[in-house]
């Protein structure tokens, strides 16, 4: 297996930013996504990593290192509204999930 | 544009029946994915469909099967259902099946099986 190891929890309050991390053990794939997931909704896209470094979307900033095999999510200026739990996934054609992470944030 | 559409919402079955899902992918998208998500997890990868033809299949028993259609829409069927296939099941479709570049792959709202 892939090993995809995320945090289970995470909480934070409003305004604040939280880095949610993800660590794998392959060198086999295309890329990595990170999705966000509101409870009983789909998953939603955030961004996709293909080479290393930081990719910046607004609030959402996500980093990978492959020679680490470390990837983390950046949510800036938390909102209510970005509880929700947070996947990692490895994409080699299919995508292989970590378990997410719940973030929970607090007025 | 309409995005990926999952029917039906939310389905109820018994030990021992079988179950038909539907998705229907994004316009233009040719591939579409099915996965499983147990509570409390992430979506496990059940099967691939490109052009009609299977290109891959996840670690799941010969009781799931699916098909893809001509319009790209797809069907995965589950047979002899075991309280264990109670879960989410999600339909992604992306462009292509190459998993390169950003072919990201766009879920549906899923459908909810539950097995009693």
């Known amino acids: 297996g892939q090993n995809i190891d995320q945090p289970t929890e995470m909480t934070a309050t409003e305004g604040a930013i939280v880095q949610i991390n993800c660590t794998y053990q392959t060198s086999g794939f295309n890329g990595l996504f990170w999705y966000q997931q509101h409870a009983g909704e789909a998953p939603t896209f955030l961004s996709y990593?293909?080479?290393?470094g930081l990719e910046e979307k607004g609030r959402f900033s996500s980093f990978l290192s492959r020679s680490k095999g470390y990837s983390y999510l950046l949510l800036k200026e938390l909102q209510m509204k970005d509880s929700a739990s947070y996947l990692c996934a490895l994409n080699d054609y299919k995508l292989s999930f970590g378990a997410g992470t719940t973030v929970t944030v607090r007025a | 544009d309409a995005g990926v559409t999952q029917s039906p919402t939310h389905l109820i079955k018994t030990r021992g029946q079988h179950v038909t899902l539907r998705c229907s992918p994004i316009?233009?998208?040719?591939?579409v994915s099915w996965y499983q998500q147990v509570l409390g997890q992430g979506p496990q990868f059940i099967f691939q469909?490109?052009?009609?033809?299977?290109?891959g299949r996840g670690n799941f028993p010969d009781r799931f099967s699916a098909r893809q259609f001509p319009n790209y829409s797809s069907e995965l069927n589950v047979n002899a259902l075991l309280l264990g296939d109670s879960a989410l099941y999600l339909c992604a479709s992306s462009l292509a099946s190459s998993g390169g570049g950003t072919d990201t792959q766009y879920f549906g709202p899923g459908t909810r099986l539950t097995v009693l």
């Open positions: 469909y490109y052009e009609k033809e299977e290109r």
């Open positions: 990593n293909v080479l290393d």
């Open positions: 316009s233009g998208h040719k591939s």
